[in-house]
């Protein structure tokens, strides 16, 4: 590949490498430094004393890989948050005790059933300087919703720091809010809130600036499907779409239409550049120019939120306002690989985000495959042509979020094409529309002129997307798939596309080699899964989940509640698709199990127990009232394990008794599932 002949694209890579590898492995700042400035100090000295020698070019290109790697992983130590002393969580002892905490709200999250969200800013904790970001969880009925962007608040709470998953294969939730430097949550009720003042800043200027745009929209009359639509469509705010419309997006393979990206951003510069061509071409009007298209395209990214996909996108495009402005050719290749660098010195955690890595993949396989793909048949009629780039575009985007979003998502939608063949002409219209009502909302509430139609067209994209995500039969859910796998994945499509570009003999059987090796891995992960055993004592919310999996048959045993509806239990079928097991069987839950020789007696709120029998592992569910101390005169166990079934007061008396009989104690509710193997 040519691009990886620029020195940049090497650079950029073992950049991206060392932030990815500082999220491997723990790392000691000093000697990190040390590495970091031992290596500049050799290329200094290699460029100055040393530029004729023979060996020179091949050792000063090791050298600079070697400080790009030790550069992105330095970065990445200078923004984590928990290497400065006064991070809160060094301020936290337990999450059962409450803590006063001085915070600025920074971001609107989306709602919970129970709570209201914002991630947060925090300032001090009990009296003392803190740093760091938390999300702060408001219980429900409250009127915290309207509070504004930069509100100074003096919060009464616990502090529970993030976790990792409560059951098998889940989506660790606490890993993606530490990559994003969060650290803890916060959950409050609205009388332990006390507002103490506003700070005031460029960010939460825009942020309630956008709050002002989406209550006079709100006013004007829309309906609220179509509303939050347009608000994810133009604003990037996604928090008040339905679940329903949601899924119907993500079903149809059109969930990057509510994702601010590069077709929004574009549309915004050539909307832009439109209205600043009566200014002449001068050396002062181009000049002009360049500057109200950086301001517009990053005062849109600010107004959006600062998404990665935006962020990307507005700084792609304002090289290529740059480049136009110097009058050169501006390599799209070389401003993507540049716009990689500079956001991801300016917040390294970015490179963890899934938005960020699907928009990146989608545009570069874009850039690369869609070339090859339009040079298969060149229509003469434009229309036909415009609808073959629509079709071409889309087939390598999907190409290069593929191996990605089956790993992130286990699904894939197969009717992507259509989808984007009827969607993208409406957003076009839904955009220019969408855009002067925007303007429009800044100042005051929408005319009925631009309400009605923009909201037909928006009414009509829902039910195109609906009908489109109807075809159950179009769409593959539960898709097995490992790390391995993915990364495979990425090599093999590369690797085919370099022999379809330029076919010879050698291309051809690295292609082969890679198809050979993602069939091996596949086979390989499925036979290790597939024969193996393992009991797992699942943490369900006031239910009770085992599963016993020989070789690729689960058992699952649970009450009748939940064994009725067990295709509806979310953990369970994560743990299905990780396992490559397609194959399970329903039991009522039993009160006496074997596992590999171990006994396992289960004590359910009937509290009927065995007394002949001993056991090795004690499972408790459903909270029973039984004396625990009596009952391991009969039970000796090696564990104790109470599920998330139990009222927690309960658990706390279990968990004493288990103390001072000196038994190991495992509640599902602080320390996840128990796995048996």
Request: glycine share 4%; proline share 3%.
């Amino acid at each position: 590949m040519k691009i990886l002949q620029f020195p940049l694209a090497r650079i950029s890579l073992f950049f991206v490498l060392g932030i990815y590898f500082f999220g491997l492995i723990v790392c000691s700042p000093i000697i990190i430094f040390a590495c970091l400035t031992g290596s500049i100090l050799t290329l200094l000295v290699l460029h100055f004393y040393f530029y004729k020698a023979r060996y020179f070019k091949n050792l000063f290109g090791v050298v600079v890989l070697l400080t790009s790697f030790l550069s992105g992983i330095y970065t990445a130590i200078v923004h984590k948050e928990t290497y400065h002393k006064n991070h809160y969580v060094y301020q936290i002892k337990s999450d059962q005790e409450f803590h006063t905490v001085q915070l600025v709200l920074s971001e609107k999250l989306k709602n919970t059933k129970r709570n209201i969200r914002f991630i947060s800013k925090v300032l001090r904790v009990d009296g003392k300087e803190s740093t760091g970001n938390l999300i702060l969880n408001i219980r429900k009925p409250n009127t915290s919703e309207n509070r504004p962007i930069g509100s100074i608040l003096s919060v009464k709470c616990n502090l529970y720091k993030n976790r990792n998953p409560f059951n098998p294969n889940q989506f660790d939730y606490g890993k993606y809010l530490e990559n994003q430097e969060i650290y803890a949550q916060a959950y409050t009720n609205e009388t332990d809130i006390k507002a103490i003042g506003m700070e005031h800043n460029l960010w939460s200027s825009f942020s309630n600036f956008r709050s002002k745009i989406i209550n006079n929209l709100v006013h004007s009359g829309f309906n609220k499907e179509e509303l939050n639509v347009l608000i994810a469509l133009i604003l990037g705010q996604q928090q008040d779409i339905s679940p329903e419309t949601l899924k119907d997006y993500q079903y149809a393979g059109a969930v990057h239409v509510l994702s601010v990206s590069g077709l929004h951003v574009g549309f915004i510069l050539l909307f832009i550049t439109y209205l600043l061509k009566p200014i002449p071409n001068t050396k002062r009007g181009s000049l002009i120019k360049l500057i109200a298209i950086l301001l517009s395209l990053w005062s849109f990214a600010l107004l959006a939120g600062l998404l990665p996909t935006v962020v990307r996108s507005a700084t792609m495009f304002s090289f290529v306002a740059i480049g136009n402005h110097l009058k050169r050719t501006v390599n799209i290749f070389h401003s993507l690989l540049v716009s990689i660098l500079l956001i991801l010195l300016w917040k390294p955690s970015f490179l963890f985000d899934i938005g960020f890595q699907l928009s990146y993949l989608a545009l570069f396989f874009i850039l690369w495959l869609q070339p090859i793909f339009s040079s298969v048949w060149i229509p003469k009629n434009k229309i036909i042509k415009y609808f073959w780039d629509i079709i071409t575009v889309s087939f390598a985007a999907q190409i290069g979020a593929l191996p990605l979003s089956i790993f992130y998502f286990n699904q894939f939608p197969g009717l992507f094409f259509i989808t984007n063949l009827v969607v993208l002409p409406l957003l076009g219209i839904i955009m220019a529309i969408g855009l002067l009502v925007i303007i429009v909302a800044c100042f005051t509430s929408v005319p009925l002129i631009l309400v009605e139609p923009l909201e037909l067209s928006i009414y009509f994209l829902n039910s195109i997307i609906h009908y489109i995500a109807s075809f159950d039969q179009f769409i593959i859910i539960n898709i097995s798939f490992t790390r391995s796998m993915l990364w495979t994945s990425y090599v093999l499509i590369v690797a085919f596309f370099i022999w379809i570009k330029k076919p010879n003999f050698q291309r051809l059987i690295i292609s082969l080699i890679c198809i050979l090796c993602l069939q091996g891995i596949y086979i390989y992960s499925k036979y290790k899964t597939n024969n193996s055993e393992e009991l797992i004592v699942f943490n369900i919310r006031k239910n009770t989940l085992i599963t016993l999996k020989k070789d690729n048959q689960i058992t699952v045993f649970g009450n009748d509640s939940l064994l009725n509806n067990l295709e509806k239990e979310v953990s369970f079928h994560a743990y299905k698709v990780a396992s490559f097991s397609e194959r399970y069987s329903k039991k009522k839950l039993e009160n006496f199990m074997y596992f590999k020789n171990k006994k396992i007696a289960v004590i359910d709120n009937s509290s009927v127990y065995l007394k002949d029998k001993k056991a090795d592992i004690l499972i408790i569910t459903n909270s029973p009232k039984l004396n625990l101390e009596r009952l391991l005169k009969f039970y000796r166990p090696n564990v104790i394990i109470a599920d998330g079934s139990n009222y927690k007061n309960y658990v706390k008396l279990w968990e004493a008794t288990c103390e001072k009989e000196k038994i190991p104690f495992h509640n599902t509710n602080e320390k996840g599932f128990y796995k048996l193997d």
